[in-house]
């Protein structure tokens, strides 16, 4: 795609995940390492990969993310977005989104960051987890070539450029995972932060704790999906482990970088009670009070289409835990129109923001304060 072109895209975003066009998509079963397909024209968006470690006859281990693939030559890694050609080891999606929409940050969901406005959402190709209830599986589960490189090489400089015409005020790494496209995901955060713009991630919090550390000099905000309080939930329903994602949620409140978390509740997999208190009291311990907790509405998607959607009931009963515990801001999600969806002050209960779904209907703070009892509500108001 030309510049031209690419900015001409203007009131066509909101597109969302492939498949935009309405195409089959070109596979079903999800690649795990094994050899790249290196077809003609996608050597220009490798780069080489940040935070990896030579090994002996040409073999790599890379150090981004607590999985630590070792990977030989012309082999990838497991999220098959990083490919060792003769012991160098390479992003293979740098400048190669499948996916940007102009969003309301109410879908990340993010309620206590400058709440009302857009932010410019991206994604590439790859995940480090196989959640089986993916909403996003038909980019997180592929490996670049197998999805086309619809708006050819878009630079950091580019997105941000796009995002100031298109009246964002964050950039957004989102959709699938950011973790595994960190090489692109850092110089756009940079490049936003430059213009004013602050970068915002939406990520599993799978990562290890310095390339996470240099994104969190850069970020306005982060959203963690925290999937369950359960080693086991990550292992059989997500192929991951749950420490380092404790250990990601720490290191962005010390940092100071502004936090929310989702909830995706599984009917029969995460939602039972006893789960629901032992999270609650987690974060109320290590992350504190003021930590949004987003309890989100599960849909029959990916490899979990024999599961009904979640009960609206089971919602409520993870909002009134999570209320108990002493956590400030709970929220339902998924459930346009329901209470859970406002905003209210921890400290009079008043209501102070009003929304449905991704709209936000009033907004009553005054310099992110309660008009009524004068509580200053935490977040990220302006
Ligand atoms: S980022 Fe990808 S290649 Fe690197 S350790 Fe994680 S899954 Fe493996």
């Not at 102070?352 to 108001?381: D, M, Y």
């Amino acid at each position: 795609m030309k510049r031209r072109e690419f900015f001409a895209l203007g009131a066509a975003l909101g597109g969302g995940p492939w498949p935009a066009t309405g195409a089959e998509h070109p596979r079903k079963d999800p690649p795990r390492g094994g050899t790249t397909l290196a077809l003609d024209g996608e050597r220009q968006f490798w780069r080489e990969a940040a935070h990896y470690q030579k090994l002996p006859e040409s073999r790599v281990e890379c150090r981004l993310c607590p999985r630590r693939c070792q990977v030989a030559d012309q082999e990838n890694g497991w999220c098959g977005v990083r490919l060792n050609e003769r012991g160098t080891y390479y992003t293979t999606v740098f400048g190669r989104p499948v996916t940007i929409a102009n969003d309301p940050i109410e879908k990340k969901p993010l309620f206590h960051y400058k709440p009302g406005s857009l932010t410019l959402s991206l994604a590439t190709a790859g995940c480090n987890f196989e959640c089986l209830f993916c909403q996003n599986w038909e980019i997180s589960q592929f490996r670049p070539e197998q999805i086309p490189a619809r708006y050819g090489f878009v630079s950091p400089e580019d997105l941000v450029e796009l995002a100031k015409r298109q009246g964002s005020r964050s950039l957004s790494f989102t959709y699938a995972e950011p973790v595994v496209f960190f090489e692109y995901a850092l110089a756009t955060a940079r490049a936003s932060k430059a213009a004013g713009l602050p970068g915002v991630m939406i990520s599993n919090g799978f990562i290890e704790s310095a390339p996470m550390d240099e994104l969190l000099q850069e970020l306005g905000a982060v959203k963690i999906d925290f999937k369950a309080f359960d080693d086991k939930f990550y292992q059989r329903q997500c192929r991951g482990t749950l420490e380092p994602v404790l250990r990601t949620m720490e290191r962005i409140r010390k940092a100071g970088v502004w936090l929310e978390l989702v909830h995706l509740t599984v009917p029969t997999l995460n939602d039972d009670a006893e789960q629901a208190k032992r999270l609650c009291g987690w974060v109320l311990e290590k992350l504190g009070p003021d930590v949004p907790v987003h309890f989100t509405r599960f849909h029959p998607t990916y490899k979990l289409k024999n599961l009904p959607a979640t009960p609206p009931a089971t919602l409520e009963r993870q909002y009134d835990i999570a209320r108990k515990a002493g956590l400030r801001y709970a929220y339902l999600g998924n459930l346009p129109g329901h209470e859970g969806e406002n905003t209210r002050c921890h400290g009079c209960r008043e209501t102070l923001i009003r929304r449905v779904g991704f709209t936000v209907l009033e907004n009553r703070l005054r310099e992110g304060k309660c008009p009524k009892c004068g509580e200053k509500i935490p977040g990220v108001w302006s």
